[in-house]
């Protein structure tokens, strides 16, 4: 069932000034000089329009460093009286809403341990009803859509319009070069389902290292994200949590400053017609790819058929294997990588089997 709320678009909130809003902080707020000096660097560098600081911390390990708790509060209250910015913290418990609330917290965002759980994210919904703050739902650790919608959605029926999601990327057990998967297309699906959600990337805790900052943010500004969370500490090595990830103030603004701010749009006719016609010629590729998709798949069935006729398995490893490694070299001269050309030939491989199965059991469906 779609919930039928609104959604309170980014350029009318009043924490919004221009793309990319920044929402720029420490990952922890750990003393009162670190919260406070962190603040001072970036407001006097112009690269805050939210601060952000952890009060409370989701660690994934028992012994570590677990936030200062709600005595930190009063440092983001003083933030916000001697700088007039809005400030930011994350919340998991409806005590953690109360306590927030109750020190002037600004806006409020959910975690991705927490987006996971719906009695968690519907609890912060009670606490939340009929109060008027800004709310972020981080998408949830695991790569699912509908966890992400269903916390927006539940965080939307307490009556809160002014909503946004941050994207944060997906664990996997594989380790890679970031921390957390950013697996695009999943924020995109997720806009393309709440028109005018806000959407902010969080690229501090895909990379989990300072040294891809730079490169994840400009993608997400290619995307056309609407803003950017990133942990910024004014002694990153020495920082209680996240210490690899995190940027001194003056790092981070070299590193925004840097950044190629792309217009969604072009009123100029030349232009226009130019992407007009380029996109006329995708078309026409995407469907030449799904007429050769179709005309794949038909030979399957008849190889599904005379495989049947002589008793012969679907599944053969070597010719598969043949094909994958075939491909791969091929796709190598043509600028194809080769994780995309066995992602689209195992999707192809799984339809392939999916029709010839068919095919093979049919009679005994009858
Ligand atoms: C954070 O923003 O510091 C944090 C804990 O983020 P996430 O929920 O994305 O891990
Ligand atoms: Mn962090």
């Given at each position: 069932?779609?919930t039928?709320?609104?959604?309170?678009?980014?350029k009318?909130w009043d924490?919004?000034?221009?793309?990319p809003?920044?929402?720029?902080?420490?990952?922890?707020?750990?003393?009162?000089?670190?919260?406070?000096?962190?603040?001072?660097?970036?407001?006097a560098?112009?690269?805050?329009?939210v601060?952000r600081?952890?009060?409370?911390?989701?660690?994934?390990?028992?012994n570590?460093?677990e936030?200062v708790?709600?005595p930190?509060?009063?440092?983001?209250?003083?933030?916000?009286?001697?700088f007039?910015?809005?400030?930011?913290?994350?919340v998991?418990?409806?005590?953690h809403?109360?306590?927030?609330?109750?020190?002037?917290?600004?806006?409020?965002?959910i975690?991705?341990?927490?987006?996971v759980?719906?009695?968690a994210v519907?609890?912060?919904?009670?606490?939340l009803?009929?109060?008027?703050?800004?709310?972020?739902?981080?998408n949830?650790?695991?790569?699912?859509?509908?966890?992400?919608?269903?916390?927006?959605?539940?965080?939307?029926?307490?009556?809160v319009k002014?909503?946004?999601?941050?994207?944060?990327?997906?664990?996997?057990?594989?380790?890679?070069?970031?921390?957390?998967?950013?697996?695009?297309?999943?924020?995109i699906?997720?806009?393309?389902?709440?028109?005018?959600?806000?959407?902010i990337?969080?690229?501090?805790?895909?990379?989990g290292?300072?040294a891809?900052?730079s490169d994840?943010?400009?993608?997400?500004m290619?995307?056309?994200?609407?803003?950017?969370?990133?942990?910024?500490?004014?002694?990153?090595?020495t920082?209680?949590?996240?210490?690899?990830?995190q940027?001194?103030?003056?790092?981070?603004?070299?590193?925004?400053?840097?950044?190629?701010?792309?217009?969604?749009?072009?009123s100029?006719?030349?232009?226009?017609?130019?992407?007009?016609?380029?996109?006329?010629q995708i078309?026409?590729?995407?469907?030449?790819?799904?007429?050769?998709l179709?005309?794949?798949?038909?030979?399957?069935?008849?190889?599904?058929?005379y495989?049947?006729?002589?008793?012969?398995?679907?599944?053969?490893?070597?010719?598969?294997?043949?094909?994958?490694?075939?491909?791969?070299r091929?796709?190598n001269?043509?600028?194809?990588?080769?994780?995309?050309?066995?992602?689209?030939?195992k999707?192809i491989?799984q339809?392939?089997?999916?029709?010839?199965m068919k095919?093979?059991?049919?009679?005994?469906?009858i």
């Open positions: 069932m779609e039928k709320t609104t959604i309170e678009p980014l009318n924490i919004f000034k221009q793309r809003l920044l929402m720029t902080g420490p990952c922890s707020a750990e003393t009162e000089e670190q919260v406070m000096e962190t603040a001072r660097q970036l407001v560098a112009n690269k805050v329009d601060f600081a952890g009060i409370w911390k989701p660690r994934t390990r028992p570590s460093f936030g708790g709600a930190g509060l009063k440092w983001l209250k003083q933030v916000k009286q001697e007039s910015i809005p400030v930011a913290t994350e998991a418990t409806e005590k809403v109360y306590e927030a609330l109750k020190f002037g917290v600004d806006v409020l965002w975690g991705a341990r927490t987006t759980n719906p009695f519907q609890e912060i919904a009670n606490a009803q009929g109060v008027d703050v800004m709310v972020f739902v981080k949830p650790i695991n790569p699912e859509l509908e966890l992400w919608v269903g916390a927006i959605e539940r965080i939307m029926k307490a009556g002014r909503i946004g999601a941050i994207h944060r990327g997906f664990s996997s057990y594989e380790k890679t070069a970031f921390r957390n998967q950013p697996q695009w297309q999943i924020p699906d997720l806009r393309q389902r709440l028109k005018d959600l806000p959407l990337c969080d690229p501090s805790h895909i990379g290292n300072r891809y900052l994840i943010s400009q993608e997400a290619d995307l056309n994200y609407d803003g950017l969370m990133i942990e910024s500490h004014i002694d990153p090595d920082a209680w949590s996240d210490k690899k990830q940027l001194t103030p003056a790092a981070l603004a070299e590193m925004l400053d840097q950044l190629i701010l792309r217009s969604v749009d072009s100029d006719t030349q232009f226009v017609s130019t992407i007009d016609e380029l996109r006329s078309d026409i590729f995407d469907d030449q790819l799904l007429d050769i179709e005309r794949r798949m038909q030979i399957a069935e008849t190889i599904g058929q495989k049947k006729k002589h008793n012969i398995t679907i599944l053969q490893s070597n010719r598969w294997q043949e094909i994958v490694n075939k491909a791969i091929k796709a001269n043509k600028g194809l990588s080769p994780e995309f050309i066995s992602t689209i030939l999707a491989h339809e392939s089997i999916t029709h010839q095919v093979m059991n049919e009679h005994e469906k």
